[in-house]
């Protein structure tokens, strides 16, 4: 189990620039000072992506951007069935995120490749639902970033791939354009607390995110 485990790590070691993170990189190449803005718009350059590929992985939030992110939450064994029971099967959990061009079919049928050669068996838990995106030049996408960027002076709007799950994927999946939206401006620190037992938002960001809340339905309703 522990060899299998080992090779669905490194069954992937670079790094994939999706069109909306190629988008993301461009934007804050637009906003950054050059030399940084030059390699930042040229993300998906050969030269330019052995360059920025070291920075990427380096960082785990960019690495959830261009990765498909392979996480072991478990491993275990039977020998709960009693204290005088050596166990003779070993179980693993892994959660696995896919990136926009994934197919959860076709993903699986890569590790089953590699569960093959070590005699594990492979159980699908969680539905299969084919990552997906929504076109970053409709008129909801440009509604809403004139909201976000009118409200901050000298921001950019950019397309963010996030390694969370919401039922955007299911809207999208019935031809609905959705976008996820976080209307606040998170420092590191803020960044790492979401979904922690600390996880908070400063008074001047929950300000933030009303205003531009409210001027994107205004935004998003005069562009219908």
């Known amino acids: ?30 906003a950054s000072p050059f030399p940084n803005s030059f390699f930042l718009k040229r993300a998906t350059n050969p030269l330019v992506g052995q360059i920025l590929g070291g920075i990427i992985l380096s960082n785990r939030y960019l690495t959830a951007m261009t990765t498909n992110t392979r996480s072991i939450t478990a491993v275990y064994t039977n020998e709960d069935e ?24 076709g993903y699986r049928a890569r590790i089953e490749e590699i569960a093959a050669r070590h005699e594990v068996k492979i159980v699908q838990e969680i539905s299969r639902i084919t990552p997906n995106s929504s076109p970053i030049d409709s008129p909801f996408f440009q509604a809403l970033a004139a909201a976000a960027t009118g409200a901050v002076p000298g921001s950019v709007a950019t397309p963010l791939l996030t390694p969370g799950n919401t039922d955007n994927t299911v809207f999208r999946q019935l031809g609905l354009h959705c976008y996820g939206l976080t209307p606040v401006l998170l420092n590191e ?36």
Do not use: C, W
């Open 82 to 105: 009693g204290p005088n029971v050596i166990g003779n099967k070993a179980f693993a959990m892994l959660d696995i995120r896919l990136l926009p061009g994934e197919t959860p079919d």
């Open 1 to 30: 189990m522990i060899r299998f485990l080992q090779d669905v790590q490194d069954m992937e070691q670079g790094i994939t620039i999706t069109k909306e993170t190629e988008r993301f990189f461009y934007q804050m190449g637009v």
């Open 189 to 224: 620190t803020e960044l790492g607390s979401t979904h922690s037992k600390n996880e908070y938002l400063s008074l001047e960001n929950l300000e933030l995110g009303i205003r531009v809340m409210l001027d994107s339905l205004v935004s998003v309703n005069s562009a219908q």
